[in-house]
């Protein structure tokens, strides 16, 4: 199975909104509501954003939220602050017991 | 509070067999399931595999083959290893809390870099 498709970059100035995308197919994305979003500064591990398409874990700002349209998820960021700036991963149970993940996008706050 | 620490050889020679354990400090280690994920230097993240408490297993198709995850409950930690390493397989290597149906990684490892070079 490929991996599922993001933009390698998105942009926008302080206090705009951004949507990153992430396609799969109807084996992946389309076909289970456990997509999550993931946010990684440089040098770090990656850190959970939104789970189960739309909700977002204890402590993660309500500008984050999350998407489903049929094999495409996205990740929208409203308010955009400087801390925003940094990699972000989706991935997707593929079933069969087998996770995809995104090949990344690289959010700059301009 | 949920903390992963992870350790291992940090470079190995072509053809060798990368080995990697994580402890799991707090939380419920036997109500999760536990994954291996990595990242290629500059690039994105790829899933391994998982293993839960009793041992049951599930790998990614790509390195089925030479991937062997395994768990001591006794610990509370869980290993990886991969076999006939190659310069491909140089990546930061995470343990991670999260696997089963949902695949929600909520907790990670502080990452370990492993470099195949001879």
């Known amino acids: 199975q490929s991996g599922l498709t993001q933009p390698p970059s998105a942009s926008g100035s302080p206090g705009q909104s951004v949507t990153i995308s992430c396609t799969g197919t109807?084996?992946?994305?389309?076909?289970?509501?456990?997509v999550s979003w993931y946010q990684q500064h440089p040098g770090k591990a990656p850190k959970l954003m939104i789970y189960?398409?739309?909700k977002r874990p204890s402590g993660v700002p309500d500008r984050f939220s999350g998407s489903k349209s049929g094999n495409t998820a996205s990740l929208t960021v409203s308010g955009l602050q400087a801390e925003d700036e940094a990699d972000y991963y989706c991935s997707s149970y593929a079933g069969s017991n087998n996770l995809l993940f995104g090949g990344g996008t690289k959010l700059t706050v301009l | 509070q949920v903390q992963l620490q992870q350790w291992g050889a940090g470079l190995l020679k072509p053809s060798e067999t990368l080995s990697l354990t994580c402890a799991v400090y707090g939380g419920s280690f036997s109500a999760y399931y536990w994954s291996w994920i990595r990242q290629p230097p500059g690039k994105g993240l790829e899933w391994i595999g998982e293993?839960?408490?009793?041992?049951?297993?599930n790998y990614n198709p790509s390195l089925k083959s030479r991937a062997t995850i395994s768990v001591d409950t006794s610990k509370n930690q869980f290993s990886l290893r991969l076999t006939s390493v190659t310069a491909a397989d140089t990546a930061v290597y995470y343990c991670?809390?999260?696997?089963?149906?949902?695949?929600?990684?909520?907790?990670w490892g502080q990452g370990t870099l492993v470099t195949v070079s001879s």
């Open positions: 109807s084996s992946d994305v389309g076909g289970y509501n456990y």
């Open positions: 189960e398409v739309t």
């Open positions: 293993i839960n408490h009793s041992g049951s297993t």
């Open positions: 991670a809390r999260g696997g089963g149906t949902d695949m929600i990684i909520g907790y």
